[in-house]
C-alpha cells in the first residue's frame, strides 16, 4: 500500500470517528487498518509451492593448447682438439753425486781452561789451556780452514752437498761448563761452530762443573750443536738392551727437550763400543758417531765409527800444526 492510500484512509478513520459512538469506534479501526506482523503470524499457514532453485551451471574453461616444443637443431660438436702431452724436464740433480769418501779432520777436546793445582796426568792430558786454545784458533783461521758440523759431512757423504776447501770439525766431549764459559765464546769470536757431546744426569742435577741444561739451551741458539753423550758416563759394552736404550735413546730425548735442536749424532763414551751398542745407535735415529779412533778419512759406509784426532793438553802449536800438516798428506 502506497503513502498516498494510507493518508487517504487516516482521513477517514478519523471522520467516522467523530461521527460514530465510542463503542463502534474499535470496529471501524480495525476495519480499516491493515493487520500487523503479529496478527498476521497468528493465521494458519498456507502451504505455497517453494520452487527449488535450479542449478546454473557453471562454464568450464577449454584448456589452453601448448604448443609442441619447436625443435631447435643443435649445431654439430667441435671435437676438442687433442694437445700433445706436456714434457716435463727432468730434476736436474742439486747437487754432485756424493764422494765415496771425504778427508776431514774431527778434533777431538775435553776441557777448555787453566789446570787445577791439584791436575793428575788424566786432567792435564784432557786440557787444553785457554791461551793455547785461542792460539790454535787463530791458526787454523789463518790457514783457511773453515768448521763444518758433523751434519755437514753427512750431507756431503750422503748427497754430495759440496764442503769448503778445508773444512774441519771440532768437537767437545763431555759436557763441562768450561764449554759454555770459554769455548763457546771463543769459537763464535773466531766465526767457528763445534758439536757437543754431554750427558744428561749431571745436568739435571746441575752438578758444579757440568753445563746446565740452559747453557746448552743457549750454546745452542748461538749456532753450536748440542748431541749425545749417553744420559752417564758408562762403558756401554756388553749392556743389556734396556740399558742401551736408556742411555743412548735418553740422552737424544733429554737434549731435544731442553733445546728443541735435533740430536743426530753420538759420542760412545769413552770411546768403547761393540755390536749391541751399534745397533742401538743406528735404531735410536742417529745418523752417525764418533770413536776415539785416530783417522780422518771418513766415508758412509763407517759413519757410525767415524774417526778423530785427539788434541792433546800439553801440546804446543807446532805439535798442533804439525799434526794437521801430516793428515793432509
Same mark, same amino acid.
Given at each position: 500500500?502506497?503513502?498516498?492510500?494510507?493518508?487517504?484512509?487516516?482521513?477517514?478513520?478519523?471522520?467516522?470517528?467523530? @461521527?460514530?459512538?465510542?463503542?463502534?469506534?474499535?470496529?471501524?479501526?480495525?476495519?480499516?487498518?491493515?493487520?500487523?506482523?503479529?496478527?498476521?503470524?497468528?493465521?494458519?499457514?498456507?502451504?505455497?509451492?517453494?520452487?527449488?532453485? &535450479?542449478?546454473?551451471?557453471?562454464?568450464?574453461?577449454?584448456?589452453?593448447?601448448?604448443?609442441?616444443?619447436?625443435?631447435?637443431?643443435?649445431?654439430?660438436?667441435?671435437?676438442?682438439?687433442?694437445?700433445?702431452?706436456?714434457?716435463?724436464?727432468?730434476?736436474? /740433480?742439486?747437487?754432485?753425486?756424493?764422494?765415496?769418501?771425504?778427508?776431514?779432520?774431527?778434533?777431538?777436546?775435553? *776441557?777448555?781452561?787453566?789446570?787445577?793445582? $791439584?791436575? $793428575?796426568?788424566?786432567?792435564?792430558?784432557?786440557?787444553?789451556?785457554? !791461551?793455547?786454545?785461542?792460539?790454535?784458533?787463530?791458526?787454523?783461521?789463518?790457514?783457511?780452514?773453515?768448521?763444518?758440523?758433523?751434519? $755437514? @759431512?753427512?750431507?756431503?757423504?750422503?748427497?754430495?752437498?759440496?764442503?769448503?776447501?778445508?773444512?774441519?770439525?771440532?768437537?767437545?766431549?763431555?759436557?763441562?761448563? !768450561?764449554?759454555?764459559?770459554?769455548?763457546?765464546?771463543?769459537?763464535?769470536?773466531?766465526?767457528?761452530?763445534?758439536?757437543?757431546?754431554?750427558?744428561?744426569?749431571?745436568?739435571?742435577?746441575?752438578?758444579?762443573? *757440568?753445563?746446565?741444561?740452559?747453557?746448552?739451551?743457549?750454546?745452542?741458539?748461538?749456532?753450536?750443536?748440542?748431541?749425545?753423550?749417553?744420559? $752417564?758416563?758408562?762403558?756401554?759394552?756388553?749392556? !743389556?738392551?734396556?740399558?742401551?736404550?736408556?742411555?743412548?735413546?735418553?740422552?737424544?730425548? /733429554?737434549?731435544?727437550?731442553?733445546?728443541?735442536?735435533?740430536?743426530?749424532?753420538?759420542? *760412545?763414551?769413552?770411546?768403547?763400543? !761393540?755390536?749391541?751398542?751399534?745397533?742401538?745407535?743406528?735404531?735410536?735415529? *742417529?745418523?752417525?758417531?764418533?770413536?776415539?779412533?785416530?783417522?780422518?778419512?771418513? &766415508?758412509?759406509?763407517?759413519?757410525?765409527?767415524?774417526?778423530?784426532?785427539?788434541?792433546?793438553?800439553?801440546?804446543?802449536?807446532?805439535?798442533?800444526?804439525?799434526?794437521?800438516?801430516?793428515?793432509?798428506?
Amino acid at each position: 500500500m502506497n503513502n498516498s492510500l494510507r493518508y487517504l484512509l487516516g482521513l477517514l478513520s478519523l471522520l467516522l470517528l467523530l @461521527l460514530f459512538p465510542a463503542c463502534n469506534r474499535t470496529q471501524l479501526i480495525n476495519a480499516f487498518v491493515p493487520p500487523t506482523a503479529t496478527s498476521m503470524a497468528t493465521l494458519t499457514p498456507t502451504n505455497t509451492a517453494t520452487s527449488t532453485p &535450479t542449478a546454473t551451471s557453471t562454464a568450464t574453461a577449454t584448456p589452453t593448447q601448448t604448443p609442441p616444443p619447436t625443435f631447435t637443431p643443435q649445431p654439430p660438436a667441435t671435437p676438442s682438439p687433442t694437445l700433445p702431452p706436456t714434457q716435463t724436464p727432468s730434476p736436474t /740433480a742439486t747437487y754432485p753425486p756424493p764422494p765415496e769418501e771425504v778427508h776431514v779432520p774431527i778434533l777431538m777436546y775435553h *776441557y777448555i781452561s787453566d789446570l787445577p793445582t $791439584d791436575a $793428575d796426568y788424566i786432567r792435564r792430558g784432557l786440557t787444553v789451556e785457554l !791461551d793455547n786454545f785461542e792460539t790454535q784458533l787463530q791458526y787454523l783461521q789463518e790457514n783457511g780452514y773453515q768448521t763444518i758440523l758433523l751434519r $755437514d @759431512l753427512y750431507d756431503a757423504l750422503a748427497v754430495g752437498k759440496p764442503l769448503p776447501e778445508k773444512p774441519i770439525v771440532l768437537t767437545f766431549d763431555d759436557g763441562y761448563k !768450561d764449554a759454555y764459559e770459554h769455548a763457546g765464546p771463543l769459537l763464535a769470536k773466531y766465526g767457528f761452530v763445534g758439536e757437543f757431546f754431554v750427558l744428561a744426569t749431571p745436568a739435571h742435577f746441575e752438578a758444579e762443573h *757440568y753445563m746446565t741444561w740452559k747453557e746448552m739451551a743457549e750454546l745452542a741458539a748461538s749456532g753450536m750443536s748440542i748431541q749425545g753423550h749417553g744420559r $752417564d758416563h758408562y762403558d756401554l759394552q756388553g749392556r !743389556d738392551y734396556d740399558f742401551l736404550v736408556f742411555q743412548i735413546l735418553g740422552i737424544k730425548e /733429554a737434549v731435544e727437550a731442553h733445546t728443541g735442536q735435533p740430536v743426530t749424532f753420538f759420542c *760412545y763414551p769413552a770411546g768403547k763400543y !761393540d755390536d749391541a751398542v751399534l745397533t742401538v745407535v743406528e735404531s735410536a735415529g *742417529y745418523l752417525g758417531a764418533v770413536t776415539t779412533e785416530w783417522g780422518a778419512t771418513q &766415508t758412509l759406509e763407517n759413519r757410525y765409527t767415524w774417526p778423530r784426532i785427539r788434541v792433546q793438553g800439553e801440546g804446543t802449536l807446532e805439535t798442533f800444526a804439525g799434526v794437521l800438516a801430516g793428515l793432509e798428506q
